[in-house]
T-cell receptor, first 115, second 109 residues
Framework: GAGVSQSPSNKVTEKGKDVELRCDPI?????LYWYRQRLGQGLEFLIY????????KSGLPSDRFSAERTGESVSTLTIQRTQQEDSAVYLC?????????????FGPGTRLTVT | TQLLEQSPQFLSIQEGENLTVYCNSS?????LQWYRQEPGEGPVLLVT?????EVKKLKRLTFQFGDARKDSSLHITAAQPGDTGLYLC?????????FGKGTKLSVKP
C-alpha cells in the first residue's frame, strides 16, 4: 500500500498567519508522530497519538502549536500566529505500535518557510 | 534530559574508503535505531539494536550497541556514492524516540 503522505510539500507564509499541515498515515498504523527538523538539525519530537488514547503533547514548543487526529486516520498540525523561528521541515511518521522498538515510517515532510 | 551526541557532524570521503560514525549518550536506552535520510525525504530505518553488545550487519554496514546501552557505532566498509546521506541515531525511551543531530556523509566517486 501507499506510504505516509504529507501535504503540502512546501508552504510559504507570512509571519502572524496560521498554517495547517496534513498527514495521511499508513492504513492500519495506530501510532502517529509529528517531528520538527530545523536546517542541519536532528528531529525534534512534537506530539504523538496512539489509538484513542490521549495524545502525548510533551514536545509541543508553545501553545501556538496544536494537533488533532480523528481515530486512526488523518492528522493535522496547526501552527497559529507563525513566527520566523517556526521555519523548518515538519515530518510525520506512523507505526503499527507505539514504543521505541517499533519502526516508524516517515513521510517526505512539509517544508514551512515563514517570511 | 536525555541527549544523543553524534560524531562527526560532517564526513566527506572518497569511494572505497571505510568509515565509522558514533552515537553517544550518558543515558541508558532500551533500544537504539539508526536511520538514513536523503535530501527532501523522510528518514528510513536501517536497523534496531536492543541488547547490550549486540552487533548487526546489513551488507557493508555494521552496527554495534555498547555493552552499557549508552552508545552505538555504525561502520561502513568500502563506501559508495549511494551511501551519501544524513545518518541519524535514535534512542528508545519511555515509549518514544530521542534523535541525535545526525552525521552528514558525502561519498565522492
Amino acid at each position: 500500500g501507499a506510504g505516509v503522505s504529507q501535504s503540502p510539500s512546501n508552504k510559504v507564509t507570512e509571519k502572524g498567519k496560521d498554517v495547517e499541515l496534513r498527514c495521511d498515515p499508513i492504513s492500519g498504523h495506530t501510532a502517529l508522530y509529528w517531528y520538527r527538523q530545523r536546517l542541519g538539525q536532528g528531529l525534534e519530537f512534537l506530539i504523538y497519538f496512539q489509538g484513542n488514547s490521549a495524545p502525548d503533547k510533551s514536545g509541543l514548543p508553545s501553545d501556538r502549536f496544536s494537533a488533532e487526529r480523528t481515530g486512526e486516520s488523518v492528522s493535522t498540525l496547526t501552527i497559529q500566529r507563525t513566527q520566523q523561528e517556526d521555519s523548518a521541515v515538519y515530518l510525520c511518521a506512523s507505526s503499527t505500535r507505539t514504543g521505541p522498538s517499533y519502526e516508524q515510517y516517515f513521510g517526505p515532510g512539509t517544508r514551512l518557510t515563514v517570511t | 534530559t536525555q541527549l544523543l551526541e553524534q560524531s562527526p557532524q560532517f564526513l566527506s570521503i572518497q569511494e572505497g574508503e571505510n568509515l565509522t560514525v558514533y552515537c553517544n549518550s550518558s543515558s541508558v536506552f532500551s533500544s537504539l535505531q539508526w536511520y538514513r535520510q536523503e535530501p527532501g525525504e523522510g528518514p528510513v530505518l536501517l536497523v534496531t539494536v536492543v541488547t547490550g553488545g549486540e552487533v548487526k550487519k546489513l551488507k557493508r554496514l555494521t552496527f554495534q550497541f555498547g555493552d552499557a546501552r549508552k552508545d552505538s557505532s555504525l561502520h561502513i566498509t568500502a563506501a559508495q556514492p549511494g551511501d551519501t546521506g544524513l545518518y541519524l541515531c535514535a534512542g528508545g525511551s519511555q515509549g518514544n524516540l530521542i534523535f541525535g543531530k545526525g552525521t552528514k556523509l558525502s561519498v565522492k566517486p
